[in-house]
Structure formats: structure tokens, C-alpha cells
């Protein structure tokens, strides 16, 4: 079976938060060849050629990312986006606790790419634990001189904030993460312009996720053939995949991009016994279900596009036939509904009627009127919001209620009169 | 320790914050959890010295704040207990979990137990789906809850032995927390024209079960000149062909 371990080499075996053991197994040593030795374009190069999209969620080339920055000296900034938040997902959290070296290694890695001299992380309010543990990586590394002024004697200075959240899904979304870092409300704002002309004060920015920088520090070492010649034609190299839901060994599981869908629920220990696969949401919270005529389809960005779903986060909940797909649709939606910063009227409203709807129907009083309602709303809803997370509202919801009609239609009032 | 003596003792960590960003208002959000970590949520005081310290209004950092789940604006209990209900979560049970947590408290959902020692909150994903159930006391993680370890639990912390150490608790908390939540200003029970309307076509329109408002929804006329990626389309096409070409560009 094709688990492979990459970024997750060592977790659970060493412990990589102390900087000794990390460099006893090549830690930093990327850092200092690249910054010695390479120009900040040859790192994007490198980076651009090994096909690395953006393990945030919306598969964007990161080579193609940075290269929108515009070429001269001025200020810019690379903010790493460790908020991770989208349910299901888990992986970055791992990583930012486990190994938490390897993530400040790929943030400077990536800063240097992009010729910046301030990098920002982001992290998740909730994770105080990994906070305070990304705190001491940073004095370890400062101690060591791999930031600060003057790094490895190169004349580069490259300086590094930890900032930390306080609760708010939506500031995991590039632009409402930079009104959060600013002190503000975080609200996405309206693009264009994108971050990479006018992003954080207002600066040329890049925001990228904390697995997508790790990624460099071993494209670095293997070179970015090694990286492309794994995966599938448009989806190279390998990804964490959050596996949870009902399999026996729920986990973060490293693979090449294109594993076959039915081998990463094999990876997790399978179904439990007797148990049967009813549906798969194979990107997290934001994505539609997959099925069981799924399960041999390659696991990459393709190919769960045109499944009608999305690899997103890459957090892959199984459910199998103990579950209520009105409760597990109504639970999606409320957490939509909860986390809609209230910009946007369809998604701000719709999030929260459509949650009052299904909430009928967890109680067994919907409405006859409700089914079709709910079929055309989801649509509705989507493609006219400022940012991805009204779009999200939708999906799951839709995907189930074709799938698994009776499900619904089980929880409608038999007196379908409209309550006065 | 009163507040004027707090922010004395605080206020150097306060500048340390401050010069660590490019713009002083960045440091907003750090700046309150500190107060909070001394304090045990977010004092009006608190609010008002970091509007000094940064020169803005207080109105400004009170709507800041206002918008972050984690910053209590009234005091809690001791230990806060926020239980995941995920979907991970509650495809693996939490449902019961949450039941479980409700009967041996006796308080529901962002509640406080009136001897001030819990309170409790049902929250969303945590990213510990693989250690499902599983939730935060006072921000530190355990995992894989069941009956017996929320027993031992909530035990030691009546008689304060639990590892976790509890909250600062420089005031009585009061039954919530919770001063408005923002998303009632604009609808739910307490928005303009939804409290009992009795003529759903009026005032925005929303009857009780906001049936008649998502029809508006589907009916209405679309506001926006076309969908988001249309829109960047005409705006910027090189974008747009990258965006078509492998997914969404935010
Ligand atoms: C509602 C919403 C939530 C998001 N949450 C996260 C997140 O927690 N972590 C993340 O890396 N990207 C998240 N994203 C995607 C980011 O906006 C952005 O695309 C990503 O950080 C870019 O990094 P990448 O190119 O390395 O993937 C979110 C997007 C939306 C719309
Ligand atoms: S789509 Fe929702 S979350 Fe995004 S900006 Fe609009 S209201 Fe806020
Ligand atoms: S669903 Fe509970 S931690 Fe993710």
C-alpha cells in the first residue's frame, strides 16, 4: 500500500520539535544551500517546475502563485496559513505540533522564494498548544541564526511574527486572514485585486498553506523532477490525507496524489465489520459526496472534479450505513450558517434559513414544499458571494439529497399545512 | 490585583506586541488574548486599554472582538469546556457526548454553572477528527471521551486537582457569556421584521420558519452583475483563464 512518508518521516519516532534531532536528520540544511548558493529565483524555478499546487484547498500552482508578485525590491510579504479549521481536516495541526521545524524551514524557504525579508504565520486560535510549541521553534531557529539579520552570513535578513487567531473559520480565507492579521474584523474582501498585488498593509502578498511550504524543504533536497514524477498528469507529488469518519484507523495518511479512492479507505483500517460504504466526502466539509462507483477513481484533482466533487483540504470522511444523512446534512449547514462572517445576503441568510429548514427535518416536520425548495435554494445560493465559503454551503447537502431522497422524504409531516 | 495595577505589569509585554508589526493595529488580537489570559475574558477595561494603547475607538476594538468566538466579553467559569460537534465527531458518537456533558452539568449550550466552575460550549471541528470525540478544556486538547473519563473529569475539577489548570477568574460569571451574538443583528429571532412578523411580506419579508425568505432567495432578481467568475472575467482575464484552467484562485 503506497503510504509514504515525506513531511511525516520521523512523527511518532523522533522528536523533532528539539532543532538537534531535526538537523541531525538534514534539517535546514535546504535553508542554508539555497540561501547561500541560489538566487530567490532559482527556488521558484524549482518550486514551479515541480508542479506543487497549493495544499489549502483550492489547488492552485504555487509557482504560478508567487510569480504574479510584481518583479521588483519593494516590501512583500508571505504569510503561511496554518488556521486550518475546514471540518475534517486535521493535517496541519499534526504538523505544526509534530514537526514543527520542517514548517518554519518551508515558511523560509518560501519567503526567500519570494525575495521577502518579513514571513507571518497565522495559527488557529485553538491550537495554543501548537502556538506556544511554534514559539520555541522559532527561538531555537533564531538561536541557531537561521533568521533574524544577516542569516548564514549572506547579507539576508528574514524575520518571522506568529500570530494567532481567536476563533473565526472564515480567517482561514487568504483576504479575511490578512483583515485578521491587520486587527480586524475578519471579513473577506472583495477581489480582485488578489493578495499578490494588494495584500497585507496593502503590500504585494502571498498566502500559502503550511503543508504546501513544508513540501519545499523536500523538493528542495530531491530536486522538482523527483516531486513530478509522482502523482497523476495534473496532480503531482504526494498529500497528507485527513482520514476519519467511520474507518477503523482514523489518521493523517501520506500518499501519492492519484492512490486510488478505494486504497485510501483500505489505509485506514476499512470499514468496521459488516458495516456498508454509503457515501464519501472526499475534501473536506465545502465538498459533495462521492460514492461507492468512486471507488476506483484516482484520488487527485481531476478526477474528484469531475466526480462532482472537489480534493479541497484533502480531509476524507467515510460514512458508512449507520448514518443519517439528514443530521450529518443539517450538521454541515450549521456549521456554515455559524461561520458566515455576514457580508454577503445569500450567504449569510440562506446559510442560516437553510439550517432552520433542515432543522424541520431532524425533527421529522418537514414540508412537502421544503423538498423542492431545498433542491433549487442550494443552487441559488452559490457563485454570488465574495468568497468560496457561501459556495460551500451547498454542496454536501445537494449531493445527499439526490442520493439518498428517502431519507428526506421520511422526516416530512404528513399534514403538510404551513404552521400558521 | 485591580485593573490600573494589571495594565501597569502588562503594559511592556503591550509595547513588545506593538513593535513586532509593521502597523501597530495588527497587535489587536494579541494584545486581547493576553488581557484575557490575566483576566479570564475580555474586561470592558481591557477593551478600552488597548484602544488607548493603539489609538483607535473603543467602538472599533469592541466590534473587532466582537467577531472571535474565543474572546469571552463576560466572565466564565473556571474551566471552559468546548465540546467538538463536528461531523467526524458526531458520526462517532458526540451527540451522546454532548447529552452526556448537558445532564451532569445541568446547563445547555454557552451556559455557565451557577457555582461559576463550568462552562460549557458545543463547537465546531476541532482538526483532531482522527481522536473523535473529542474537545478543549481551558484550549488544551483531550481526546477520545467517554462517560467514564467526563465523570473523573468533571470531578477533579470541583475539588481542583485536574491537570489542566483552571481559568483566571477575576469576576463572578453570569449565566452566559455571550453579550449579542453579531449574526442576530441581521437575522434569527431577533432580526428588524423577523421577531413573530405577522405579515411575512413585510420588513424583509421572513416568516417564522423562513420558508417565504428563501423563496426570495430563488425568485429575486440577482443583485450582483453576474456570478463571481464571470465577474472576474471582465475584470481580470489572464486570472480567470488560470482559474478555469485548475480550480478556484482564492
Ligand atoms: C472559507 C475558507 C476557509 C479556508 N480555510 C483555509 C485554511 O484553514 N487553511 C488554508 O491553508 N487555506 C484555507 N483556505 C484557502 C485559502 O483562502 C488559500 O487559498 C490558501 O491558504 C492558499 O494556500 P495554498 O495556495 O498553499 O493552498 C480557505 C478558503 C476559504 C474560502
Ligand atoms: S460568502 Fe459568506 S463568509 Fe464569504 S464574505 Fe460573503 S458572507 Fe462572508
Ligand atoms: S469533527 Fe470533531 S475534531 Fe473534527
Known amino acids: 500500500m503506497p503510504v509514504t512518508k515525506v513531511l511525516t518521516a520521523g512523527i511518532g519516532e523522533a522528536n ?52 504574479f508578485l510584481p518583479r521588483n525590491d519593494n516590501p512583500r510579504y508571505l504569510v503561511c496559513n496554518c488556521d486550518e479549521a475546514e471540518p475534517g481536516t486535521f493535517k496541519d495541526h499534526q504538523l505544526l505540533e509534530e514537526a514543527p521545524h520542517l514548517v518554519l524551514e ?34 531555537q531557529a533564531r538561536k541557531a541564526g537561521y533568521l533574524g539579520k544577516n542569516v548564514f552570513g ?24 490578512l483583515n485578521s492579521l491587520e486587527g480586524k474584523r475578519g471579513e473577506p474582501r472583495l477581489k480582485p485585486p488578489f493578495p499578490a498585488v494588494a495584500g497585507l498593509y496593502g503590500m504585494p502578498t502571498v498566502v500559502n498553506n503550511v503543508e504546501t511550504l513544508a513540501y519545499l524543504v ?85 478526477s474528484m472534479a469531475k466526480a462532482g466533487s472537489m480534493l479541497g483540504s484533502a480531509a476524507f470522511c467515510v460514512m458508512d450505513d449507520t448514518t443519517d444523512f439528514v443530521k450529518a446534512a443539517f450538521n454541515l449547514v450549521r456549521f456554515f450558517a455559524h461561520e458566515s462572517c455576514g457580508q454577503c445576503t445569500p450567504c449569510r441568510e440562506g446559510g442560516h434559513w437553510l439550517e432552520t429548514v433542515l432543522h424541520r427535518f431532524v425533527e421529522g416536520r418537514g414540508l412537502q414544499s421544503d423538498l423542492d425548495m431545498l ?18 454551503i451547498e454542496p454536501f447537502l445537494a449531493s445527499v439529497l439526490k442520493r439518498f431522497p428517502e431519507q428526506f422524504e421520511a422526516r416530512v409531516l404528513k399534514e403538510t399545512a404551513l404552521p400558521a | 490585583m485591580n485593573f490600573p495595577v494589571l495594565l501597569e505589569k502588562l503594559r511592556p509585554q503591550c509595547e513588545a506586541i506593538i513593535a513586532q508589526y509593521e502597523q501597530p493595529r495588527s497587535a489587536l488580537l494579541p494584545m486581547i488574548h493576553l488581557f484575557q489570559e490575566h483576566e479570564g475574558y475580555a474586561s470592558p477595561e481591557a477593551m478600552r486599554a488597548v484602544a488607548e494603547m493603539l489609538q ?35 458520526l462517532n458518537g458526540a451527540e451522546d457526548i454532548h447529552a452526556y456533558f448537558r445532564e451532569r452539568l445541568g446547563i445547555g449550550h454557552l451556559q455557565t454553572t451557577a457555582d461559576g466552575i463550568f462552562s460549557y460550549e458545543e463547537v465546531e471541528c476541532l482538526a483532531a477528527c482522527d481522536r473523535a470525540t473529542c474537545m478543549q478544556v481551558n484550549l488544551e486538547f483531550v481526546y477520545d471521551l467517554t462517560p467514564q473519563m467526563i465523570d473523573q473529569m468533571l470531578e477533579a475539577m470541583r475539588t481542583g486537582t485536574f491537570e489542566i489548570p483552571p481559568m483566571a477568574q477575576t469576576q463572578e460569571p453570569g449565566p452566559t457569556w455571550i453579550v449579542r451574538q453579531d449574526t442576530q443583528v441581521s437575522h434569527g429571532g431577533k432580526s428588524i421584521g423577523a421577531v413573530d412578523q405577522p405579515n411575512p411580506n413585510n420588513a424583509g419579508g421572513l416568516d417564522k420558519d423562513g420558508v417565504i425568505m428563501l423563496d426570495r432567495i430563488i425568485t429575486q432578481e440577482q ?14 482575464p489572464s486570472i480567470a483563464a488560470i482559474v478555469d484552467q485548475n480550480g478556484s484562485a482564492h
Open chain 1, 106 to 139: 518551508g515558511i523560509l524557504l518560501g519567503a526567500y522564494g519570494i525575495n521577502c525579508h518579513h514571513a507571518y504565520i497565522y495559527i488557529r486560535g485553538e491550537f495554543k498548544r501548537g502556538y506556544q510549541i511554534f514559539m520555541e521553534t522559532v527561538e
Open chain 1, 218 to 302: 523536500p523538493i528542495l533536497e530531491n530536486g522538482a523532477e523527483w516531486f513530478a514524477s509522482v502523482g497523476t498528469e495534473r496532480s503531482k507529488g504526494y498529500k497528507i490525507v485527513s482520514i476519519s469518519g467511520h474507518v477503523q484507523k482514523p489518521g493523517n495518511y501520506e500518499v501519492p496524489l492519484g492512490t486510488p479512492v478505494r486504497e485510501l479507505v483500505e489505509i485506514a483500517g476499512g470499514l468496521r465489520p459488516g458495516r456498508k460504504l454509503m457515501a464519501i466526502q472526499p475534501g473536506g466539509g465545502s465538498s459533495a459526496c462521492i460514492f461507492e462507483e468512486h471507488l476506483d477513481l484516482p484520488y487527485d484533482y481531476e
Open chain 1, 375 to 392: 433542491h433549487k435554494v442550494s443552487h441559488e445560493i452559490t457563485g454570488i458571494n465574495l468568497c468560496a465559503l457561501g459556495d460551500s
Open chain 1, 16 to 67: 523533532l520539535r528539539d532543532i538537534s534531532v531535526y538537523k541531525q536528520r538534514g534539517g535546514y540544511k535546504q535553508l542554508e544551500r539555497a540561501m547561500r548558493t541560489m538566487t530567490p529565483e532559482q527556488v521558484l524555478e524549482i518550486c514551479d517546475k515541480s508542479g506543487l499546487r497549493g495544499r489549502g484547498g483550492a489547488g492552485f500552482p504555487t509557482g504560478k502563485k508567487w510569480s
Open chain 2, 56 to 90: 483607535l475607538s473603543l467602538a472599533v476594538v469592541e466590534s473587532t472582538v466582537s467577531f472571535y468566538t474565543l474572546f469571552f466579553r463576560k466572565p466564565v467559569g473556571k474551566y471552559v469546556l468546548q465540546v467538538c460537534r463536528g461531523l467526524a465527531c458526531q
Open chain 2, 223 to 236: 443583485r450582483f452583475r453576474g456570478r463571481t467568475k464571470e465577474r472576474l472575467a471582465n475584470v481580470e
Open chain 1, 154 to 177: 549572506t547579507g539576508y535578513d528574514l524575520e518571522i511574527t506568529v500570530h494567532r487567531g481567536a476563533g473565526a473559520y472564515i480567517c482561514g480565507e487568504e483576504t479575511a486572514l
